[in-house]
């Protein structure tokens, strides 16, 4: 079996596990929330089994490097990072109903990796400014900061959603945390996404220093992703200062994901030196 | 807010391409919009005078707020001895509750050191009903937000000193030769270095499929003529040489008149030239020959292509990528495009990611060069900077990260340990507070208490 084949298996286990969650959700049925988290815990396992056959490989090849170096391999990692930060929710907050709006989105994120034709799964050999050991520092850090704001996301949605709801008449809302944990939980992510984003940013200028020859030249990379770390300050602030909670600062926390998704994607649209074709 | 203006204004110079040719500009954007552009120095807008003036209102606002705060925050820290204010405890909500067989005095002698061991700062005071137990710990985590601002602050002030003190400048030069002098960019002007960087040798290496592999160049510094240091530097691993780096920036070959020996002169192959196209959805390859200026169709319908000029040294993201033809592809009913087809680098044109890839097939002109054969000597492109902001930049980098770890994820927290004398048994309840994480925080009360009656006998 090739990490390709154990990627694209991974991709049904997030698949299965997302249904398993949902599944438990609606239908209220404990074993299936607890089979949804064995099936994530099983996908995460062949997540990162999969990333380490791919390094394993890369080497076979003659061309060994970290699997981190382009969309394809990011995405995947995303994924990995994204279930294993909310298995860690899971077991804290001791509910599963979130890992229905979490585990959706490591599936979809795997998806697009194995089926969209603009992106390829082949090991390509490092470009000489890849060539760097900034590039695991810097890809892990960053994604462990997107993966958070990608659960922030969900835990928003779920928030607006409870909110709606104040008489607690759905049966399919009275499920979810209380309100104020979603809240807190928001809060809780957004906090470790912009220090992980934070060490993104810098561990990326220190490296850029050295290929690039300056901490900071205003690619269109580094500008978005200021401008997310510049979003997510925001919140913190009016979090922290002005006493905002709820459904302001669940809003902003959507608003902040958009700017991340666009630091991820769309900049690639744009001129720029990170323009790799990677990420 | 001045955080989202400095944002969204941003946005406009990720999409405007930053600093290119005017005569790109006017033509993408027409008479009225470059004029007004310019004014408003948008084709340079991180640099330009409002964009700078919006970053001093960023850190004059930081300093501001961080000052008119800090003086309050600063009495809380530093206070000799914190004080506890009972009431306010035994307002709190959330009590945990027990009792135990044992007098409070007792209970104190086997509490206070479990306490003390925990949160480092105790107090015990008498009460009307019995005593109380005080600690805390953190306090002085109140300042992680103001290291965060001073981080801010440093960068700002970083970047202030790099762009008033240091420069940027390239340089090529030629195997064998050594340079004492580099031009500054953006300025053009010539600066001398007070050394001379040689270039001893250029390399570079490309991978089977044509993507490069390594620019390596071997340098030796002199001064006053004689070697002091000698170093190979590649992509992401620059030399450092008393406040300078020197990095690989680009490179290419010199021309002709400065190789001595007699080669086949590189020339426009006036002939033939045999494209590949290889149609993205069906995965079928087509060969077609054509001339520059002829226009062929490229089956399945994937629109026409056009190479209009041959060029000896293309450039690519400021890299110079040697040989290419630039072309123009018209798709069925679409735009057409420019398409760039190095011919060292069969694989170029994939990174458009269009319906069609476009290859050149070999021709009979000079090869790519891994390790220059006789006859071909090349030039190495370096870029040199120099930059005495980057060390405050750094400190930055550092004082910030710490600052949010401390901002986040610790809170001063305070608890009380009241014990109530009873008539047989004593009441011992336990409360607690943080200026952060206040969840969190009674989830440790919570395990406090239940330590705690695990202290106690007859609990």
Redesign the interface.
């Given at each position: 079996m090739t990490s390709s084949n154990l990627l694209s298996i991974t991709t049904f286990i997030y698949g299965a596990a997302a249904v398993f969650y949902l599944a438990h959700w609606i239908f209220k049925k404990e074993l299936l929330g607890r089979l949804g988290t064995w099936t994530a815990l099983i996908g995460a396992a062949g997540n990162i089994g999969g990333l380490i056959m791919r390094w394993v490989e890369s080497y076979q090849m003659g061309?060994g490097h970290a699997p981190l170096s382009n969309m394809y391999e990011s995405l995947v990692f995303f994924a990995g990072t994204l279930v294993i930060i909310y298995l860690i929710i899971e077991r804290k907050t001791r509910n599963s109903i979130i890992g229905a709006f979490a585990t959706p989105i490591a599936f979809l994120a795997m998806a697009y990796a194995s089926m969209s034709?603009?992106i390829s799964d082949r090991i390509?050999?490092l470009?000489?400014?890849l060539?760097?050991n900034?590039l695991i520092a810097h890809v892990i850090t960053c994604f462990l900061g997107y993966s958070a704001f990608a659960i922030a996301f969900g835990i928003s949605i779920m928030y607006l959603a409870k909110q709606r709801d104040v008489q607690g008449t759905s049966n399919l809302l009275s499920r979810f945390p209380k309100a104020q944990?979603l809240d807190?939980l928001n809060h809780?992510m957004i906090?470790?996404g912009?220090?992980f984003l934070?060490?993104g940013i810098?561990s990326g200028?220190?490296?850029a220093?050295?290929?690039?020859?300056?901490?900071?030249s205003?690619d269109?990379k580094e500008?978005?992703s200021?401008?997310t770390w510049?979003?997510y300050?925001?919140v913190l602030?009016a979090r922290?200062m002005r006493g905002w909670y709820g459904k302001r600062i669940a809003y902003l926390s959507i608003f902040g994901f958009m700017a991340v998704l666009f630091t991820y994607f769309g900049?690639n649209l744009?001129?720029?030196?990170h323009?790799y074709?990677s990420f | 807010?001045l955080?989202?203006s400095?944002?969204l204004t941003?946005?406009v110079?990720?999409?405007i391409?930053?600093n290119q040719n005017p005569a790109d500009y006017f033509r993408a954007y027409g008479d009225f919009l470059y004029r007004l552009f310019n004014v408003l120095d948008i084709f340079d807008m991180?640099h330009s005078w409002w964009f700078q003036f919006m970053l001093v209102l960023l850190t004059m606002n930081i300093l501001v707020c961080s000052i008119d705060r800090l003086s309050a925050t600063w009495k809380i820290v530093f206070a000799k001895n914190p004080s506890f204010n009972l009431s306010r405890f035994r307002n709190l909500s959330q009590k945990e509750t027990f009792s135990g067989n044992q007098p409070p005095n007792e209970l104190k002698k086997s509490y206070e050191p479990f306490i003390s061991k925990r949160f480092g700062y105790t107090k015990v005071e008498e009460t009307e009903k019995g005593l109380c137990i005080f600690a805390e710990k953190w306090r002085w985590t109140r300042l992680g937000?103001y290291t965060v601002h001073l981080s801010v602050i440093l960068l700002l002030l970083g970047?202030l000193i790099g762009s008033i003190f240091g420069f940027?400048g390239y340089v090529n030069i030629p195997e064998g030769e050594a340079v004492n002098r580099i031009r500054t960019m953006p300025s053009g002007k010539i600066r001398p270095l007070g050394f001379e960087i040689k270039c001893n040798s250029f390399n570079v290496s490309f991978?089977a499929?044509g993507?490069?592999?390594?620019?390596r160049s071997s340098l030796t510094i002199l001064e006053k003529g004689h070697p002091v240091y000698k170093k190979d530097i590649?992509?992401?691993?620059?030399l450092r040489y008393k406040g300078y780096?020197i990095?690989?920036?680009s490179y290419g070959k010199m021309p002709a008149t400065a190789t001595p020996e007699k080669k086949p002169a590189v020339q426009k192959p006036s002939g033939k030239i045999t494209l590949d196209f290889v149609s993205?959805q069906s995965g079928k390859s087509y060969r077609i020959q054509t001339v520059v200026g002829k226009p062929v169709e490229i089956p399945e319908g994937l629109g026409k292509f056009m190479v209009v000029a041959y060029k000896k040294k293309a450039e690519f993201?400021g890299q110079n990528i040697g040989e290419a033809y630039e072309g123009i592809l018209t798709p069925k009913g679409g735009k057409p495009v420019d398409v760039l087809l190095p011919l060292r680098f069969p694989s170029f044109d994939r990174?458009r990611?269009g319906k069609v890839v476009i290859s050149v097939v070999n021709q009979t002109t000079e090869r790519s060069n891994p390790g220059s054969p006789a006859g071909v000597r090349y030039y190495t492109g370096l870029?040199v900077?120099k930059?005495p902001g980057?060390l405050v930049?750094?400190t930055g980098?550092i004082v910030?990260?710490i600052g949010?770890?401390i901002t986040?994820?610790m809170s001063h927290q305070r608890v009380c340990v009241e014990i109530i004398k009873g008539k047989t048994k004593s009441k011992v309840i336990v409360t607690g507070t943080a200026n952060k994480?206040k969840?969190g925080m009674q989830q440790k009360v919570k395990k406090l208490s239940d330590k705690l009656a695990d202290l106690t006998p007859g609990s």
């Open positions: 061309i034709p603009n390509e050999p470009i000489p400014a060539k760097s900034w944990v807190e809780q906090m470790f912009f220090l934070s060490i810098i200028a220190v490296w220093n050295s290929a690039w020859g300056s901490y900071w205003w269109p500008t978005w200021l401008i510049f979003i300050a925001t602030h922290m900049v744009l001129p720029g030196l323009s074709g | 807010m955080l989202l400095i944002a941003s946005i110079g990720t999409i391409p930053q991180y937000v970047g940027k991978y499929n993507a490069p592999k390594e620019y590649i992509v992401n691993d620059p780096s990095f690989q920036s993205q993201v990174m990611k870029q900077t930059d980057v930049v750094y980098f910030i990260i949010c770890f986040f994820f994480n969840m």
